[in-house]
């Protein structure tokens, strides 16, 4: 490397003869880590997710450089990551950038008080086991007893070929078949993309809080007297006394101070690690019909599988991530995937920008299809059963009441 060279140059792109190989060999992993800071700059506070108890995820971590233990903050989960690589696929999906089997149910036609519009294998949590294919139908029949989900039932690691045909996300981010009809012995995939997000150096001090006020323009005042009409409207009283009254403030009305915990944190730095599990991956089988051994369709298989997870990954990552609200990070370098391919040996290092992986998942895909192994084309449509928008319709009319009740 000369001077004034950085790794990032020195790296060349990913191509799918690289890909190949590294499935071929006993290459372990590609790793992608990457510094990252708020986008307001160093020092600015971010704003970590809360769990039961409205609490943040704090641990302490051994670091590299710090001979104390570092106090830890979870700034975006691995189940998490998963589904922002997933919506950067359904965007680029819609978008006509990449080709993929997907499975959707439509609930245009559902009359329900708030529109839910269409969901898609690549948006559910459960991926092609989630319950709410499970319980749409297609072509008339319960969509895992419809003749085109047949095969999908029998999917294991060592016939994953349906899967990928069908829904190959679940076999990069994982998959666990308990609604189906087999019901908790049903076929486990884990993951073989993982990546999370941790602050480093956090600083979690009790005294850190969420102090201001909620300024009404109007000012309304909270001395004045009002009470709820049985349809949710409101009217004004003069008898402060009657029943039932309520301040203006019960209806989102009057300045309102506030004061909470969970106010952010400051950390030193967040770093995002990214991993993609060949051997995850060589775990898998693809026969072809009558499940017959193919050597040529396993490697090609897994090799469109892994550049799948890395398209996902660069078209998710690239340019930063918007967490959340008040949580936007910025890295401090591009990404550059490392090849875990020798112990006790240097990494080879790979650039795959948005372009790159997205040709690079068209040409494993192309590769595969060489060996028998297809994705499936068209879109597969399914609508949501009776009960399922019944269930939709109950629940949004009981938010709604609970919505009113708790102004």
């Given at each position: 490397m000369t001077a004034g060279t950085t790794a990032v140059d020195s790296a060349r792109i990913l191509t799918l003869s690289d890909l190949q190989a590294a499935v071929s060999s006993g290459a372990a992993a590609f790793r992608c880590r990457r510094r990252l800071q708020p986008g307001g700059g160093e020092g600015d506070k971010v704003f970590p997710p809360t769990f039961m108890g409205a609490v943040y995820a704090v641990e302490q971590r051994k670091v590299p450089g710090h001979e104390q233990p570092v106090t830890c903050v979870l700034l975006d989960s691995v189940q998490s990551q998963?589904?922002?690589?997933?919506?950067?696929?359904?965007?680029?999906?819609?978008?006509?950038e990449?080709?993929?089997?997907?499975?959707?149910?439509?609930?245009?036609?559902?009359?329900?008080?708030e529109p839910v519009g269409k969901l898609t294998s690549l948006q559910v949590p459960h991926r092609l086991a989630d319950a709410i294919l499970r319980d749409s139908e297609h072509g008339g029949k319960p969509?895992?007893?419809?003749?085109?989900?047949?095969?999908?039932?029998?999917?294991?690691?060592?016939?994953?070929?349906p899967l990928y045909r069908f829904c190959p996300t679940a076999l990069v981010f994982g998959m666990w078949d308990s609604t189906g009809p087999k019901g908790g012995l049903?076929?486990?995939?884990?993951?073989?993309m993982v990546s999370e997000v941790t602050g480093f150096e956090a600083s979690l001090a009790d005294f850190h809080r969420n102090r201001g006020v909620r300024r009404d323009p109007?000012?309304?005042?909270?001395?004045?007297?009002?009470?709820?009409?049985?349809?949710?409207?409101?009217?004004v009283v003069?008898?402060?006394?009657?029943?039932?009254?309520?301040?203006?403030?019960k209806v989102n009305h009057g300045s309102v101070p506030f004061d909470v915990a969970n106010a952010g944190v400051t950390i030193g730095y967040a770093e995002q690690v990214t991993t993609l599990s060949l051997i995850c991956l060589r775990r898998l089988r693809f026969p072809g019909d009558g499940l017959?051994?193919?050597?040529?369709?396993?490697?090609?298989?897994?090799?469109?599988?892994?550049?799948?997870?890395?398209?996902?990954?660069?078209?998710?990552?690239?340019?930063g991530m918007g967490l959340r609200s008040r949580c936007l990070l910025w890295p401090d370098s591009p990404m550059q995937w490392e090849l875990l391919a020798t112990p006790g040996k240097p990494p080879?290092?790979?650039?795959?920008?948005?372009?790159?992986?997205?040709?690079?998942?068209?040409?494993?895909v192309s590769a595969a299809e060489q060996t028998g192994l297809v994705w499936q084309k068209e879109r597969i449509m399914l609508k949501p059963s009776e009960e399922l928008i019944k269930l939709v319709r109950l629940s949004q009319e009981q938010a709604v009441k609970q919505g009113g009740e708790g102004e």
């Open positions: 998963a589904n922002r690589m997933e919506q950067a696929l359904q965007e680029a999906l819609d978008a006509g990449v080709a993929l089997p997907i499975v959707e149910v439509d609930f245009s036609e559902a009359e329900l008080l969509f895992r007893e419809s003749e085109i989900a047949r095969s999908l039932n029998q999917a294991t690691s060592l016939n994953a070929t049903g076929a486990k995939f884990e993951r073989a109007l000012e309304a005042s909270k001395s004045v007297s009002i009470v709820k009409n049985e349809n949710g409207s409101w009217r003069d008898d402060p006394k009657m029943k039932g009254v309520i301040p203006p403030s017959k051994a193919d050597l040529a369709a396993d490697v090609a298989g897994r090799t469109a599988l892994a550049a799948l997870g890395l398209c996902a990954a660069t078209l998710a990552f690239e340019a080879e290092s790979f650039t795959l920008d948005s372009a790159a992986a997205r040709k690079l998942l068209a040409d494993a």
